[in-house]
């Protein structure tokens, strides 16, 4: 704070002391000098007035502008926080995409490989299919040729009916004998009566398979001579005479029932 100029005090101590008589002073006779104090303490009161104003002016636009700052920071943690935010979806996005596309490539991998299996598998069923139907046409082909050749068989047959008809109701008549079915393919069943005088209704039989070339006599009753039956069904094959053979299998049964 600026000091006030005293005149009286700056006088008192520039001049010596009073004698003790009332002598007058040089400095008496010297005039009064203004120095302008009251305006120089209104003009450094104006000052100090105005550089308060300028601080505090200052102060105010500093903390203006700190807080301004503090603000401004503030707002770049948060877009900050907001990008690595963004930035952490995405890279989950991202690696989820690179998730989805690797299973949808091991999903293609694994439908290439399936259709390539089905198109082998496809490829082999065309071609077993192809060959099914050049077997199914050799074997039609091989039918029809067999039906052809067993309705000749069988015209033929019927054109011998009336020849064979009565040569068979002959050794029917003369041998008491009778023809059956054996109850399987190429077998037939030879039944003879009238070979026990005791009793003209008992029967004697045995059966003839014809599968093969050389026929054999697969059951015989009643029993006879292993022997004697082998002999008969040797000379069968040897000579293909079915009617000696009927004839010595009814003489057999007959010498057996005696």
């Known amino acids: 704070m600026a000091t006030l100029f005293e005149p009286s005090l700056s006088t008192s101590i520039m001049r010596p ?13 010297l005039p009064n000098i ?17 550089f308060d104003d300028f601080i505090a002016e200052g102060r105010k636009r500093v903390l203006e502008e700190r807080n301004q700052f503090r603000m401004n920071v503030a707002e770049l943690h948060e877009d900050q926080r907001m990008i690595k935010r963004s930035i952490e979806i995405l890279s989950h996005k991202s690696t989820t995409h690179a998730q989805n596309l690797a299973k949808e490539a091991a999903e293609t991998s694994e439908m290439h490989a399936a259709i390539a299996s089905i198109t082998s598998q496809r490829d082999v069923r065309s071609s077993h299919r192809d060959r099914l139907r050049s077997e199914i046409a050799s074997v039609q082909r091989t039918i029809t040729q067999r039906l052809d050749a067993q309705r000749q068989h069988a015209a033929y047959l019927d054109s011998q009916v009336r020849f064979n ?15 059956e079915g054996a109850g399987m393919v190429d077998r037939l069943k030879f039944v003879f009566t009238h070979v026990d ?13 014809t599968e093969r070339r050389d026929y054999e006599i697969k059951s015989v009753r009643p029993n006879i001579q292993g022997e004697a039956v082998r002999q008969c069904i040797e000379r069968l094959n040897e000579n293909r005479d079915l009617t000696v053979f009927l004839k010595s299998m009814r003489e057999l049964f007959v010498d057996s029932m005696k």
């Open 197 to 209: 005088e005791r009793n003209w209704e008992r029967e004697a039989w045995f059966e003839l398979c």
């Open 165 to 179: 008809q009565p040569e068979l109701d002959f050794w029917q008549d003369y041998l008491c004998l009778r023809i």
């Open 34 to 50: 203004n120095f302008g104090f009251e305006e120089l303490r209104d003009r450094m009161t104006k000052f100090t007035h105005r």
């Open 17 to 29: 002391p009073l004698s003790t008589t009332l002598a007058p002073s040089i400095a008496d006779s």
